[in-house]
T-cell receptor, first 115, second 108 residues
Framework: EPEVTQTPSHQVTQMGQEVILRCVPI?????FYWYRQILGQKVEFLVS????????KSEIFDDQFSVERPDGSNFTLKIRSTKLEDSAMYFC?????????????FGSGTQLSVL | DAKTTQPPSMDCAEGRAANLPCNHS???????VYWYRQIHSQGPQYIIH???NNETNEMASLIITEDRKSSTLILPHATLRDTAVYYC?????????FGAGTTVTVRA
């Protein structure tokens, strides 16, 4: 079965550094998402992306965050200047509008640790 | 702004059916009921969804009451690999709002 792939699985960075989290969505999907989960807390929506632009973002997704689809396969989340509170598991997801947007396929996540 | 209420935890014996309840008394007419699960910090996994009719797939069955104010997810023959947090989500778009879910522990 096709799957969403995320790299790296773990990322350790120093506070103030930039990080880029990478995702390869399922190939025929057109909607892409980032969610995050702080340890012990709920899974939270960050941003959705369709047709090469952000379609919706949460209040968490401030100016320090950006997303990009640099080529036909990758979808990236950039955090410009990381803070301690950005430490979390970040999940990428994608969906196929033809099958109904509600069925999201999630990757296994990137654990980001900001020191 | 949780739209669903689920018990925080439940145990189930391996091989038996697991019935997971969810209350969504404020659901509106165009909102679907979705179920996802998360196995030990992996990415959430879609299980099933429905609008008003009962649904079944290879993973589970979803029973929605006639007034749509509650639903039950049924795992027909629970295995140890079904141990996970199960999320009931009411929504009509792609932006999923995860609550705390029900932690289901399947015991041998």
């Amino acid at each position: 079965e096709p799957e969403v792939t995320q790299t790296p699985s773990h990322q350790v960075t120093q506070m103030g550094q930039e990080v880029i989290l990478r995702c390869v969505p399922i190939s025929n999907h057109l909607y892409f998402y980032w969610y995050r989960q702080i340890l012990g807390q709920k899974v939270e929506f960050l941003v959705s992306f369709y047709n090469n632009e952000i379609s919706e973002k949460s209040e968490i997704f401030d100016d320090q965050f950006s997303v990009e689809r640099p080529d036909g396969s990758n979808f990236t989340l950039k955090i410009r200047s990381t803070k301690l509170e950005d430490s979390a598991m970040y999940f990428c997801a994608s969906s196929d509008p033809g099958a109904g947007n509600e069925k999201l396929f999630f990757g296994s996540g990137t654990q980001l640790s900001v020191l | 702004d949780a739209k669903t209420t689920q018990p925080p935890s439940m145990d189930c014996a391996e091989g038996r059916a697991a019935n997971l309840p969810c209350n969504h008394s404020t659901i509106s007419g165009n909102e679907y009921v979705y179920w996802y699960r998360q196995i030990h910090s992996q990415g959430p996994q879609y299980i099933i969804h429905g609008l008003k009719n009962n649904e079944t797939n290879e993973m589970a069955s979803l029973i929605i009451t006639e007034d749509r104010k509650s639903s039950t997810l049924i795992l027909p023959h629970a295995t140890l690999r079904d141990t996970a947090v199960y999320y009931c989500i009411v929504n009509n778009d792609y932006k999923l709002s995860f609550g705390a879910g029900t932690t289901v522990t399947v015991r041998a």
